[in-house]
């Protein structure tokens, strides 16, 4: 590694670390040393027995020439946290490559979020291959799991899908899981009819589902009209809110239909936690 990137990589440990050990979050044991190559750093974070440690190991990995091996050692750790950590860093480094193995298991762990997590992973990764096991995954028990399965379907699947996805989502019992329904038959071409049903989520009982919805609102490109339509919906919806987290997802959603984007971007879909 060149200096300047070993300076970042030590930079990047420090910063991670820091605010765990401003608040007191790390608990006493061994002392954390982060002099040496960022390689041994990164082995001595990725084996602390702390796994708030480990976490951050995962979290700084990508950044660092070993990081690949490091990840996918931490991505069968036995905290759901640092499999989770593990997993979004694999996805940062191959995105647009192979799918490692062990993302596609994580499909299958016993922790709804290391599922949850697993889907969108395959999604960002966008390897085709990886089809099969997010077919499978839309039977998942959680509702989570369900709908990022069928968002990274959206990214993966062709359009000769719509049917069998729209068929399933009609199927599908779970407003939240509908999201990433509706974000797959988007991506895949059927906006009119997707962005309706959307629109229609901002009204749910749930506060979950409105938070979702606008959010998904707020990522997707659509035309002037129906920017000008939706947002008229979206601050009558603000006016009558009584949950502040969806109030602010809603002005998000309001700002970003106020905007005309001029390229196509790439988003990743704000995790909602149950």
């Known amino acids: 590694m060149t200096r300047r990137r070993v300076a970042a990589a030590h930079s990047g440990f420090a910063e991670a670390l820091a605010p ?3 608040r007191g979050a790390l608990p006493k044991g061994r002392a954390l040393s982060l002099d040496g190559a960022p390689g041994r750093v990164l082995a001595s974070l990725a084996t602390d027995r702390r796994v708030l440690v480990r976490r951050v190991a995962a979290q700084c990995a990508p950044a660092v020439i070993e990081g690949p091996r490091w990840l996918m050692l931490l991505a069968g750790d036995k905290s759901a946290e640092v499999r989770c950590a593990a997993i979004d860093g694999l996805a940062e480094l191959r995105q647009g490559g192979v799918c490692p193995r062990v993302v596609r298991r994580a499909l299958a762990d016993h922790d709804a979020l290391v599922r949850t997590t697993a889907a969108e992973a395959v999604g960002r990764i966008g390897d085709t291959r990886a089809l099969a096991a997010l077919w499978r995954a839309l039977n998942d028990r959680s509702e989570l799991v369900r709908s990022y399965a069928a968002a990274a379907l959206g990214r993966l699947a062709g359009k000769h899908h719509v049917a069998r996805l729209t068929a399933l989502a009609e199927r599908e019992v779970s407003a939240l899981a509908r999201i990433g329904f509706y974000d797959a038959l988007y991506m895949l071409g059927e906006r009119k009819a997707t962005v309706a049903w959307t629109v229609d989520l901002l009204a749910h009982d749930d506060y979950r589902v409105r938070c979702a919805a606008a ?3 707020s990522a997707w490109r659509l035309t ?3 920017r000008r339509r939706i947002k008229a919906v979206v601050e009558q919806r603000i006016a009558r809110e009584q949950s502040g987290a ?5 002005e998000r959603c309001g700002r970003a ?3 005309i984007p001029s390229v196509p971007h790439v988003r990743e879909r704000s995790r909602v936690r149950q």
Request: proline share 0%; aromatic share 0%.
């Open 20 to 22: 765990l050990v401003e």
């Open 215 to 217: 959010n998904l609102l």
């Open 224 to 226: 002037t009209r129906a």
């Open 246 to 250: 969806v109030r602010e997802a809603l």
């Open 257 to 259: 239909l106020a905007v």
